[in-house]
């Protein structure tokens, strides 16, 4: 059973606290994501990863930074917490592309999500 | 860049009945592929269907099928004999056949189920 893990499911912290929003993988999978889920805004790309050490910026990358030093391992990181970064978080992992295993094997895999509420 | 529209904020089915999702997305691509997840209350993502553009059969799995339409990129997702554990979020994807690639997320649509 294909399994994404985020260290959290709710968290709580103070305004200007550093973050850190941790993801598992154990799927072997290259690509790796990083999606903020508000209300009416639907999933927006912060970060992806498409190998270890590589990063590439999303739509809103700003006040997030990542960091993937193993391949099934990708960190969020809030390096000053906000009120405005309230918000759902989520991660995901996916196969590179189909001609490494196939053409079935496309989709995005999820974690359960981490509510992180600023205060 | 791609772009990904859900025109349904909200919709409602009663059980048993037929609904369908709408779904349009921008992209001067030829591969690519299309999902539709679905987020129940728990806010675990889950796939419903995917579809590979270059297939020009309809995907379906079980009581779930989509209208693929490539030239009015359009994939509406319909939901046969509705049951209420069928309300949820449903989402709309498109990713690139190039490698490295994310998906792209409409919006969302709510879907309710009335007994």
């Known amino acids: 059973d294909v399994k994404v893990t985020q260290s959290s499911r709710y968290l709580v912290k103070r305004t200007g606290e550093k973050v850190f929003l941790e993801c598992v993988q154990d799927m072997d999978h290259e690509n790796m994501f990083w999606y903020r889920q508000d209300p009416g805004l639907g999933l927006r790309l912060i970060y992806f990863?498409?190998?270890?050490?590589?990063?590439e910026k999303g739509d809103i990358p700003e006040g997030y930074s990542v960091s993937r030093e193993k391949k099934e391992r990708f960190s969020l990181i809030l390096e000053s917490a906000s009120t405005n970064q309230t918000s759902m978080y989520l991660c995901?992992?996916?196969?590179?592309?189909?001609?490494?295993?196939?053409?079935?094997?496309?989709?995005?895999?999820f974690g359960q999500g981490t509510r992180l509420t600023v205060v | 860049a791609q772009t990904v529209t859900q025109s349904q904020p909200e919709m409602s089915v009663q059980e048993a009945e037929t609904v369908t999702l709408s779904c349009t997305y921008d992209t001067s691509e030829s591969d690519y592929y299309l999902f539709w997840y679905k987020q129940p209350p728990s806010r675990q993502m889950i796939l419903v269907i995917r579809?590979?553009?270059?297939?020009?059969q309809n995907a379906t799995e079980n009581r779930f099928s989509v209208n693929f339409q490539k030239a009015a990129k359009s994939f509406s997702l319909k939901i046969s004999d509705s049951q209420l554990g069928d309300a949820a979020m449903y989402f709309c994807?498109?990713?690139?056949?190039?490698?490295?690639?994310?998906?792209?997320f409409g919006k969302g649509t709510r879907l309710s189920v009335i007994a």
């Open positions: 994807a498109y990713r690139s056949a190039m490698g490295n690639t994310p998906l792209v």
């Open positions: 995901a992992s996916s196969l590179r592309d189909r001609t490494s295993r196939g053409t079935m094997n496309t989709e995005a895999f």
């Open positions: 579809q590979e553009a270059y297939k020009q």
């Open positions: 990863s498409y190998d270890v050490k590589m990063k």
